[in-house]
């Protein structure tokens, strides 16, 4: 398994590096959904000035491989890229990614749904939204 | 025997710290491991009571009948809200 395909990381990801990666993995693949999560500026209703992601270092790592490992058998796809940041994240700036790779775009479009799904219910990664009035942790997933 | 508990978000701001260290005599049921961090911290109580709060031992999902032994690390993992 290439570990590079799966992160979480502080820093901010390249969308295109990300699907390169992916598409370097097989001459086969003729499809690629790409999800990309990104910070928005409200939330019921509440202007957010920044986010703060906190994860269980190890565990949540365990977790989005197990996803990506899952996605692999159950799905007809090629190959699966998850990237997801922590710490401080900017408004506009790039918060996750998933890139499911195969032959044929249907396949790709629900492994990438479902891998979205599946890591905001498995992956102990939890947002702080920043207000203008104080911060507050986000408790559900939507 | 000594048991590391984990705190992660908004239940390490309530409990004020982010891991605490409990000494068992023996290994412990998850129903004792509730109950004893319960007693610890009762700034806590109604969370573990409530479904929506997780518990990992040894950064796997616990269940009903997990075992809990010295040495372990538990973490009490509040509703996730990644992606």
Known sequence: MNMDLVRIQKHDFSVNEEIERVKAVSQSIGGVVAFLGTARDISKGEEIV????????????????????????????????????????????????????????????????????????????????????????????? | MTIKVRFFAMLKTKAGKEEVNLTVSENISLAQLKDMLKKEFPVLAEFIDSKSIMISVNQEFAVKNTIIKGGDEVALLPPFSGG
């Open chain 1, 50 to 142: 920044r986010l703060d992601f906190e994860h269980y270092h190890g565990m949540a790592e365990k977790k989005l491989r197990e996803i990506r490992d899952a996605a692999l058998k159950n799905f007809n796809i090629i190959e699966m890229g998850v990237v997801h940041r922590v710490g401080n994240v900017d408004i506009g700036e790039n918060i996750v990614l998933i890139v499911a790779a195969a032959q044929h775009r249907n396949d790709a479009f629900m492994a990438c749904e479902w891998a979205i799904a599946e890591l905001k219910r498995i992956t102990p990664i939890w947002k702080k939204e920043k207000t203008r009035k104080g911060e507050v942790w986000v408790e559900e997933h939507p």
